[in-house]
């Protein structure tokens, strides 16, 4: 059984920073893509980043690139999400989600239902 737990979101002010860290619970860490996802209220869940199975390369949205940085360490079965220069759009339920495919032409997904297993989530509010 793998399992995923979220930690590290809270309330900031526009411009701060929050760094989100995602502990899995798997027997075999290094053989998911890992990728954070996000949900605002009432809409749908979007692609935030992924990093590929040994550390890179990674990926981002338009909307965050340059701000945010996934990294991962493998000997400690953790993930973790650097946000910078958060903005209010930012505010939102952070989730943190494990896809086992190997993909023939590509690395990883920007879409939720490829991800096999999902955390419960952390929400993130981003507001003065």
């Known amino acids: 059984q793998v399992q995923l737990v979220e930690s590290g979101g809270g309330l900031v002010q526009p411009g701060g920073s929050l760094r989100l860290s995602c502990a899995v619970s798997?027997?075999?860490?290094?053989?998911?893509?890992m990728g954070w996802f996000r949900q605002a209220t009432g809409k749908e869940r979007e692609f935030v980043a992924a990093i590929t199975r040994h550390g890179g390369p990674d990926y981002y949205a338009d909307s965050v690139k340059g701000r945010f940085t996934i990294s991962r360490d493998n000997a400690k079965n953790t993930v973790h999400l650097q946000m910078n220069s958060l903005k209010s759009d930012d505010t939102g339920v952070y989730f943190c989600?494990?896809?086992?495919?190997?993909?023939?032409?590509?690395?990883?997904?920007?879409?939720?239902?490829?991800?096999?297993?999902w955390g419960q989530g952390t929400q993130v509010t981003v507001s003065s």
């Open positions: 798997a027997p075999t860490f290094s053989s998911y893509v």
């Open positions: 989600a494990a896809d086992s495919t190997y993909y023939t032409s590509r690395t990883y997904s920007t879409q939720p239902y490829d991800y096999d297993y």
